[in-house]
């Protein structure tokens, strides 16, 4: 079974600070996505990776950025929180060439004051 | 932009009974097409894939795809409260999915 795994489920950070959310899958996946919901917004992709080193932006990067350094690991960064930025964020990878079908990690619920 | 409607719901069901999901898209090239299902407050997963024209069975469930008018759907046969949760329909693009906003689905003893 693939697993995608997040450091967080809860993380509260105060307005201004640098935020890691880090991701990892053991499936040798080449995508990884990572995305925000927020009630009545659905699922929103902020950013995704199809190989190391690469990244996309994708619907909402703004305040966002990512690193993918190793092939299993991919990390969303926060520049500088704020309120807005509360959120579930959920991690996900996907094989190339494959369906498309993406699997989940746990999400990190992010709290910011 | 690409979209992708889903009834928000409830859609009530009572045990036993069929439940059925629906779920359209706008971008007449997609090619495949997911269902989710996530439990409040845990992440999506995934219950079935479908890119072909026609129905697919998976145990329970039946996925139905209708390219020519832009519809899958997701049937859910004898309806268990446990299958009580928000259902989120997928469609891939060129290498992202776009997800609908789920229909949350309520099934009553």
């Known amino acids: 079974d693939v697993k995608v795994t997040q450091s967080s489920r809860y993380l509260v950070k105060r307005t201004g600070e640098k935020v890691f959310l880090e991701c990892v899958q053991d499936?040798?996946?080449?995508?990884m996505f990572w995305y925000r919901q927020d009630p009545g917004l659905g699922l929103r992709l902020i950013y995704f990776?199809?190989?190391?080193?690469?990244?996309e932006k994708g619907d909402i990067p703004e305040g966002y950025s990512v690193s993918r350094e190793k092939k299993e690991r991919f990390s969303l960064i926060l520049e500088s929180a704020s309120t807005n930025q509360t959120s579930m964020y959920l991690c996900?990878?996907?094989?190339?060439?494959?369906?498309?079908?993406?699997?989940f990690g746990p999400g990190t619920r992010l709290t910011v004051t | 932009q690409k979209e992708v409607e889903q009834n928000s719901g409830p859609l009530s069901v009572p045990e036993g009974a069929i439940a059925s999901l629906n779920c359209t898209y706008s971008?007449?090239?997609?090619?495949?097409f997911f269902w989710y299902r996530q439990y409040s407050g845990k992440s999506p997963e995934l219950i079935m894939f479908i890119y072909s024209n026609g129905d697919k069975e998976d145990g329970r469930f039946t996925a139905q795809l209708n390219k020519a008018s832009q519809y899958v759907s997701l049937l859910i046969r004898d309806s268990q409260p446990s299958d009580s949760a928000t259902y989120l329909c997928a469609v891939k693009g060129y290498s992202t999915l776009t997800f609908g906003k789920g229909t949350m689905l309520l099934v009553s003893p």
């Open positions: 996900a990878s996907s094989l190339y060439g494959g369906q498309g079908e993406q699997y």
């Open positions: 499936m040798d996946h080449e995508n």
């Open positions: 990776s199809y190989d190391v080193k690469m990244k």
């Open positions: 971008d007449r090239g997609s090619q495949s």
